[in-house]
């Protein structure tokens, strides 16, 4: 169990790291201050979820995984794999909230200055506005003329927010395997796979 956790939580932490400067880049569009100010940044990124969620929470599991103490016996190694579980279960919930979070600001597109048929005006021009309409991630022709401030703020946001889902979905591969090898673990005891390396 012990070989296995610290593995997953040697993966976490990069990928937790990799989740909280991506979230704060997507605060400060075209490295400026004055959009965040201005509250003309887009909701899903002043969630934080990669900040507190894949971020400091799932620090928090990988910390719980790399943990390793000399204690032996049966008893231990049921409530050492129920902690493990315990902490994986938080590292999921943690990582899927900014999967899913990640994944709908990458939909909605970016929240910009739009010239439209009223002015210009703060906006998203490039979400959906009907079912069945071309997503704008599709038509790349669109990136460069839908926005007019910041500059550049669709690649921006996709860039970043496909770095916070592919963090954030690896965290939960990670997660949802060691789970199962958990769950294994106390279900058939310490030598399960031959493992007879102390639990930690």
Known sequence: M?????????????????????NVLLLFPDMKYQYLAE???????????????SGFLVLVAARGFTTNYEKKGCC?????????????????????LCFWV???????GPLCLHNGTDGLNWERPLKQI????TLYLYEPERWATECVEPRGVVIWNLLLFSVLMAASG????????HLFIAFLEFMFGPHFCKNKVVPA
Not at 76 to 96: D, H, P, Q, S, W
Not at 170 to 177: A, E, K
């Open 170 to 177: 690896l965290q939960l591969i990670s997660c949802v395997l």
């Open 39 to 53: 509250g003309h940044v887009t909701a899903e990124a002043l969630w934080c979820s990669g900040i507190w969620a």
């Open 130 to 133: 009907k079912t069945g309409q």
């Open 76 to 96: 231990y190694f049921a409530a050492e794999v129920l902690r493990k579980m315990g902490y994986t279960c938080l590292a999921i919930l943690a990582a899927g």
């Open 2 to 22: 012990y070989i296995s956790s610290r593995c997953v939580g040697l993966t976490l932490i990069p990928t937790a790291i990799i989740c909280i400067l991506a």
């Open 102 to 108: 990640s994944g709908t600001g990458l939909a909605l």
